[in-house]
């Protein structure tokens, strides 16, 4: 388990919403090394449900059925 020094507002409010009655898909987007996988890592340790962790950010894209084993 990760310790972070900080947790940006973002974390709790994903989760929050995650919880709500209507699921819909939530997207972190923002400029670079501001700390988007960070807070997503932090929102799956808070997550008290099943977590899928892929990144589709290697040099290399994967092909959609690398999504698909997803
Ligand atoms: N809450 C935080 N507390 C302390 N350090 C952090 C925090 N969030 C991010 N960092 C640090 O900032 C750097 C960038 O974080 P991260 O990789 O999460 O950003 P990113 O937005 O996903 O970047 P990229 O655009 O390259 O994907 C890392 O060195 C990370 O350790
Ligand atoms: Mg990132």
Known sequence: MHEYPYERPV????IKG???KKRLLHI???PR???KTTAALQVAE???GPVVNSSADSPLPQGPEGIQAQ
């Open 11 to 14: 974390v709790a409010d994903t």
């Open 46 to 48: 808070k997550w008290r």
């Open 28 to 30: 972190i987007t923002g």
């Open 33 to 35: 090394q501001v700390g």
């Open 18 to 20: 995650m919880g709500m």
